[in-house]
């Protein structure tokens, strides 16, 4: 007997190398064992059983497509950051999409807040996952932060050079970033901040692979986005056993829980660099101060982002679905 059709369709492909993709690429691999899946950047009338779109907006006209053409097979939308938090509210065509979904999944625990409570009933929250990978001795003679992000509003890169520039006469608290320059502007302010600050650089775009070794390496994942479906990277830093500290925000909370030490106001530069201070502080501590306690929560959190519990709850929907 012939194993169903999945179509995936997502907006971002490999080369754009972000989180769209990662998702795409994961859930394909995850299906595969009982379904015949296929990522597309675009539905055109391919052939499948069950559509799974990733992002209302951008997905909308082949979320219409398959709603027209295939109206008695079910439809998952999945929304990202962007779509929580600025396109529903907004955007006729994200809001259609939310109507046409039989299914609507959302990344962090905080996503279902943000929809009408007529929505929440079809609504999933499925965790994004990644392996576990080991934790590693770091040094105490400096502490080493890290910001993920492609130099982009959403991000706001800015909260990092500004920190850096708070942090400029510190030679044993090293920030770097890693990231596209998508935007010209904040572009140039990254390169001006290399200039300024000894202690700040710009690694530019890197491949998941080198991102990942960064991460390990590092003492702090740092993730000041100002909107979040609920990044990647902030799964990846915990499932490395490298603690994050994370602009208060939906899509943080989401993913890191209500009570977790390690937030600062979003774009809190000031904030966000007294933190780093502290952290550097603790690793001459016995107890570890807030390093310590950020890393005890974020291994705690760590079994939510397994792939074995992505898998199973990615199949158990699928199944559901297709009445397999």
Same mark, same amino acid.
């Given at each position: 007997?012939?194993?169903?059709?999945?179509?995936?369709?997502?907006?971002?492909?490999?080369?754009?190398?972000?989180?769209?993709?990662?998702?795409?690429?994961?859930?394909?691999?995850?299906?595969?064992?009982?379904?015949?899946?296929?990522?597309?950047?675009?539905?055109?009338?391919?052939?499948?059983?069950?559509?799974?779109?990733?992002?209302?907006?951008?997905? +909308?006209?082949?979320?219409?497509?398959?709603?027209? *053409?295939?109206?008695?097979?079910?439809?998952?939308?999945?929304?990202?950051?962007?779509?929580?938090?600025?396109?529903?509210?907004?955007?006729?065509?994200?809001?259609?999409?939310?109507?046409?979904?039989?299914?609507?999944?959302?990344?962090?625990?905080?996503?279902?807040?943000?929809?009408?409570?007529?929505?929440?009933?079809?609504?999933?929250?499925?965790?994004?996952?990644? &392996?576990?990978?080991? /934790?590693?001795?770091?040094?105490?003679?400096?502490?080493?932060?890290?910001?993920?992000?492609?130099?982009?509003?959403?991000?706001?890169?800015? /909260?990092?050079?500004?920190?850096?520039?708070?942090?400029?006469?510190?030679?044993?608290?090293?920030?770097?970033?890693?990231?596209?320059?998508?935007?010209?502007?904040?572009?140039?302010?990254?390169?001006?901040?290399?200039?300024?600050?000894?202690?700040?650089?710009?690694?530019?775009?890197?491949?998941?692979?080198?991102?990942?070794?960064?991460?390990?390496?590092?003492?702090?994942?740092?993730?000041?986005?100002?909107?979040?479906?609920? &990044?990647?990277?902030?799964?990846?830093?915990?499932?490395?056993?490298?603690?994050?500290?994370?602009?208060?925000?939906?899509?943080?909370?989401?993913?890191?829980?209500?009570?977790?030490?390690?937030?600062?106001?979003?774009?809190?530069?000031?904030?966000?660099?007294?933190?780093?201070?502290?952290?550097?502080?603790?690793?001459?501590? *016995?107890?570890?101060?807030?390093?310590?306690?950020?890393?005890?929560?974020? +291994?705690?959190?760590?079994?939510?982002?397994?792939?074995?519990?992505?898998?199973?709850?990615?199949?158990?929907?699928?199944?559901?679905?297709?009445?397999?």
């Amino acid at each position: 007997m012939a194993r169903p059709r999945i179509a995936i369709v997502t907006p971002a492909l490999a080369a754009a190398n972000n989180g769209n993709w990662q998702t795409a690429w994961r859930w394909s691999r995850m299906l595969s064992a009982a379904y015949r899946t296929q990522i597309l950047p675009r539905w055109s009338g391919e052939a499948a059983d069950l559509m799974i779109a990733l992002h209302a907006r951008r997905s +909308a006209e082949s979320i219409a497509a398959w709603s027209a *053409a295939r109206p008695s097979r079910p439809l998952v939308v999945v929304l990202t950051g962007t779509d929580l938090y600025r396109d529903i509210a907004v955007d006729a065509a994200a809001q259609r999409s939310l109507a046409l979904a039989d299914r609507l999944v959302v990344l962090q625990e905080q996503g279902p807040r943000m929809l009408a409570p007529a929505l929440r009933g079809k609504t999933r929250v499925v965790f994004q996952s990644t &392996a576990a990978r080991r /934790t590693l001795a770091k040094t105490r003679r400096h502490l080493r932060a890290l910001m993920v992000g492609h130099l982009r509003p959403e991000k706001s890169p800015e /909260t990092w050079h500004k920190a850096a520039r708070i942090l400029a006469e510190r030679d044993d608290i090293l920030l770097d970033h890693i990231g596209a320059p998508l935007d010209e502007e904040l572009a140039a302010a990254a390169r001006a901040t290399a200039a300024d600050c000894p202690n700040y650089r710009w690694l530019g775009a890197l491949d998941h692979a080198q991102t990942l070794k960064r991460i390990q390496r590092a003492h702090l994942l740092v993730h000041a986005s100002r909107m979040e479906g609920g &990044a990647h990277v902030v799964l990846e830093a915990v499932r490395a056993g490298t603690p994050v500290l994370a602009s208060r925000i939906d899509g943080n909370v989401g993913m890191l829980g209500a009570d977790y030490a390690g937030y600062f106001r979003w774009g809190n530069a000031a904030q966000l660099a007294a933190m780093l201070v502290q952290c550097r502080q603790g690793q001459a501590r *016995a107890d570890g101060g807030l390093l310590a306690r950020m890393a005890a929560q974020c +291994a705690a959190r760590a079994p939510l982002f397994a792939p074995a519990r992505e898998a199973a709850e990615l199949r158990a929907l699928a199944a559901e679905l297709l009445g397999a």
